[in-house]
């Protein structure tokens, strides 16, 4: 990696996390520069502002985030696939102590209702969740091993949703019990022994 790809990524992942835990409003891009110890040239070389860093770090802990979930994926039948990735979640979640909770639920529910591009950014990236869960449920219903009734694309949304939730309650308890338990209760409404 270059210099200047070295500086970015560093520069990514400080504000990935001071970004998630204290928001995209309340980051400053001196908040950057201090995190980082990067010169405020350098900052402005890669990223021409605090939009321009902000959607940069969705749209690369997008990336990263459906990597992992992709790597965690062990099983071979689409409701263990399943399994693996909400487990993967709760592992994320875990190593994080439950601090920052989701990046992405809490953009949108910061910039969602205030900023067209962040709003579209997070609805891509939740429509891709949506979509690979929705994929693996369908397998499922042409395998007969989904419960008769589950719609896959409804049940998809459920999914991330609940999660969501989940993810929400932990940040705010600092504890594991909301994912676990959602989790538990989903996979007992898709089936999943």
């Known amino acids: 990696m270059k210099k200047g790809e070295e500086t ?25 520069i201090d995190e980082t110890g990067v ?9 021409s502002g605090k939009d321009d860093l902000g959607l940069s770090i969705i749209r690369e802990a997008a990336e990263r985030y459906f990597e992992y979930l992709s790597k965690s994926i062990t099983s071979r039948e689409p409701l263990g696939k ?12 875990r190593r994080t102590g439950f601090v920052g909770g989701c990046i992405f639920g809490n953009t949108a529910l910061e910039m969602g209702d205030t900023d067209g591009r962040y709003a579209a950014l997070i609805m891509e990236v939740f429509d891709r969740w949506v979509h ?17 009734g589950i719609r896959p694309e409804p049940m998809a949304r459920h999914i991330v ?33």
Request: hydrophobic share 45%; net charge positive.
């Open 132 to 148: 690979i869960l929705a994929g693996l449920l369908r397998e499922a219903g042409k395998a007969g091993v989904l419960p008769a």
């Open 39 to 47: 010169k405020k040239g350098n900052l402005y070389f890669h990223f």
């Open 161 to 193: 949703s609940a999660m969501e939730g989940s993810i929400m309650m932990a940040r705010l308890y600092k504890r594991e019990d909301p994912i676990a338990e959602c989790i538990k209760y989903l996979e007992k409404l898709i089936g999943i022994k």
């Open 82 to 93: 399943i399994r693996d990735i909400l487990g993967a979640v709760l592992r994320f979640h």
């Open 8 to 32: 970015r990524t560093r520069v990514l992942d400080s504000a990935m996390v001071l970004i998630n835990r204290k928001g995209l409003r309340n980051t400053s891009m001196q908040d950057i």
